[in-house]
């Protein structure tokens, strides 16, 4: 539950309020929720006294607590910067974005993207924007599953010349620009916000400008920059301004904003269909900044607008799923505020980051509400990594998660294909303290998902979506040609019946990202494996890359045992241990016994079975040492009981004839050691036994 009263239709109480800045007009933009539970936030501000803005980082642990203010001054006076948005690079270092402006000779805009510790220490800044005399507004920023941002805005300085239209520029994690595009045509378009869609497209959203009106717009792209579709959201209002959108599915949205002088909240669809529209009733205007979608698929919206009172006031807004009103909630003092994002944290509580004149001097500073949830939950919930985050191999990343309501510590399991891959231990029991650093190893993949549970109560928490293990370097893997981007770190042939061999191809692809040089692949050391390679000597792979020859590895034992060995490939990706990456190999042979034709005849009220001697396997290997389990069913088509066992050839049931008129016998021949027998219980399922004795292998060779 997410931002609800106790009952339908009632509007939670308020938590808390928190004001800070430096006195001197602060205005907060966009906020994050760190993985400790502490709250960053982004603006700018006047606090330096310099005649020009600077950003205002602030960082608050716990939100009640302490406040640590940063001031990044990018632009040399006279000159703004203007804060918009906040994300969590790492675990140290934030993201910042926004945009600058130059003046007063040639004034012009440019986005800007920044590197600051969590400490204050800026350590990059990029620029991206035309000529001077350019403006180009920055809106915000996406962070991309496998690294680097999308920044998002408009321009003036490309697209069609003499309008705004939406831009879109995409950077890597070291903020180099890697792409831009520019999306518009003879109007004025002004992208104002953007979300991820499920399956990883990036939706924007915003109006553009047409006979005095502004209508809603949305723009539908791959990471890449390709259009998969686009065009105006058609609305009953004359003046649509969009300020926010959230996911609701893979193929519908929410959008919120303001029209004819009123909050208005729309459900959308990717063709652009709006399929319901709702209005915050009040008297006076209002506009809507944030929107969200809860966990349970309601709608939770936040805004500012005047009251009665004359001052400007924030209100949270909730609806269902199907747009119904189901409260909304003023909050505010006798000066104005202003929302501007909405903050969810997984216990419930909403928190709406704003600003407010009630500050110090009657100036401008960050104001921060907080609304309680509807109870207090009890349980796990799996914070980072987060859906479409990427983490590097070899390298230590730190597990967050919420855990509240129970005693006792914690397991932590990873999945590296979720759902159909198994589950592995990260660690068996840690305090639960909402954060365990682990060192990430390999295989590399984009389906991993991390699983925490409660050790002294049933229930657990699964990340909400995937996220990848990736490599900063080169780095090595066999793959199948039908399945590409499937690394493998070993192969498992399973079990073979004498006498045959079997083989699997394989081809080497570079899954980092830097090029490397593959040697060919080594002969293995025993006997039980060997390769044949089409690979010449040596060759270079390049990031992402597969190698046009191939390996084959053919596993063909002379006797019957489970083997282990290793394909050896001298390399200088990141995964080599002293130069080679060892691939490993392991398989079984074993000697199925053929099935003894049985012989049956009555003794009295015994029965009396016969067999001669099996030492040939189903597949024509020869097999000695041999014991024999003895089954039973009153049908003949089953189900059979286990009923004994004998390292001879024939069998006795006692008495057998006193119980039941017929009688069929099953009898299996067994290669291993008798003491299975001794773990076997009379009565026992046919399938059971064989399962049992399936899971007693001989030893490894």
Not at 3 to 15: I, K, Y
Not at 383 to 411: K, L, Q
Not at 415 to 439: K, L, M
Request: charged share 15%; hydrophobic share 35%.
């Amino acid at each position: 539950m997410v931002c609800v009263g106790e009952g339908f239709g009632q509007a939670p109480d308020t938590l808390w309020t928190r004001t800070y800045g430096s006195c001197l007009n602060d205005f907060c933009r966009n906020g994050l929720i760190r993985p400790n539970g502490g709250i960053a936030t982004i603006g700018e501000s006047f606090g330096r006294g310099i005649g020009q803005s600077d950003y205002l980082v602030s960082v608050l642990y716990p939100p009640l607590g302490p406040v640590t203010n940063s001031y990044v001054g990018i632009t040399s006076n006279p000159g703004d910067d203007y804060g918009r948005m906040i994300l969590a690079h790492n675990d140290s270092t934030f993201s910042l974005f926004g945009q600058m402006r130059k003046r007063p000779q040639t004034d012009y805009f440019k986005f800007t993207f920044t590197l600051m510790t969590t400490q204050g220490d800026s350590l990059t800044t990029r620029f991206y924007g035309g000529p001077p005399g350019a403006h180009e507004f920055l809106s915000g920023a996406l962070k991309l599953a496998r690294g680097g941002y999308v920044l998002y805005g408009s321009t003036g300085s490309f697209g069609s010349i003499g309008n705004d239209n939406f831009w879109v520029v995409r950077i890597s994690q070291a903020g180099d620009s890697l792409w831009s595009i520019a999306y518009g045509g003879a109007t004025n378009e002004f992208a104002r916000s953007a979300c991820f869609l499920p399956d990883s497209t990036i939706l924007i959203v915003g109006d553009h400008s047409q006979a005095s009106t502004l209508d809603p717009v949305f723009l539908h792209i791959d990471t890449s920059g390709n259009i998969i579709r686009g065009g105006t959201i058609i609305t009953p209002f004359l003046n649509d301004q969009v300020f926010d959108v959230a996911p609701i599915s893979s193929d519908r949205f929410v959008v919120c904003g303001e029209a004819d002088a009123g909050s208005r909240v729309y459900c959308v669809d990717t063709v652009g269909i709006v399929h319901w529209t709702e209005s915050l009733n009040h008297n006076q205007v209002n506009t809507c900044a944030a929107v969200e979608v809860a966990p349970d698929g309601s709608i939770v919206v936040a805004g500012s607008g005047g009251r009665p009172s004359n001052a400007n006031d924030i209100y949270l807004w909730k609806l269902s799923v199907d747009g119904d009103s189901l409260w909304h909630t003023w909050i505010g003092t006798a000066y104005d505020e202003v929302a501007d994002d909405l903050l969810m944290y997984p216990n419930g509580m909403c928190v709406v980051v704003g600003s407010t004149t009630g500050g110090c001097q009657d100036s401008w500073d960050n104001w921060l509400v907080a609304f309680e949830s509807e109870e207090q939950t009890t349980g796990i919930q799996v914070i980072e990594p987060f859906n479409g985050a990427s983490t590097f191999v070899f390298s230590t990343d730190t597990i967050h998660w919420t855990g509240v309501g129970f005693d006792g510590g914690v397991s932590i399991e990873l999945n590296r294909h979720y759902p159909i891959g198994a589950w592995e231990t990260i660690t068996d029991s840690t305090e639960n303290d909402g954060a365990y650093e682990w060192f990430v190893t390999d295989p590399l993949s984009d389906s991993c998902r991390i699983r925490i549970c409660a050790l002294q109560d049933t229930f657990c928490d699964v990340s909400d979506g995937n996220f990848s293990i990736v490599s900063s370097q080169g780095y090595l893997a066999l793959v199948q040609s039908a399945q590409p981007n499937s690394a493998l770190t070993n192969w498992n042939f399973g079990a073979i019946e004498c006498p045959q061999a079997t083989s699997q191809w394989f081809r080497l692809k570079n899954f980092g990202s830097e090029s490397i040089v593959v040697f060919q692949p080594l002969e293995p050391a025993t006997s039980e494996f060997s390769r044949t390679t089409t690979c010449g000597t040596f060759f270079a792979l390049a990031p992402n890359q597969m190698s046009t020859c191939s390996v084959r590895v053919v596993f063909d034992p002379a006797s019957d045992g489970v083997y282990a060995d290793v394909l050896r490939v001298q390399t200088d990706a990141v995964n080599g241990v002293n130069g080679f990456v060892e691939f490993g190999l392991s398989g079984e042979q074993i000697s199925t016994p053929a099935a003894p034709e049985v012989v049956i005849t009555t003794l009295g009220l015994d029965a009396h079975l016969s067999w001669s001697v099996v030492d040939t396997s189903v597949g024509g290997c020869a097999v000695s040492d041999l014991w024999y389990a003895v089954f039973y069913s009153p049908t003949s088509g089953g189900p059979f009981y286990y009923h004994g066992w004998t390292p001879n050839t024939t069998y006795t049931h006692v008495g057998v004839v006193n119980f039941s008129a017929t009688q069929f016998y099953q009898v299996v021949a067994v290669e291993g050691p008798v003491a299975v027998a001794g773990g076997l219980v009379k009565g026992m399922e046919m399938g059971e036994v064989l399962d049992a004795l399936r899971h007693a292998p001989l030893p490894p060779r």
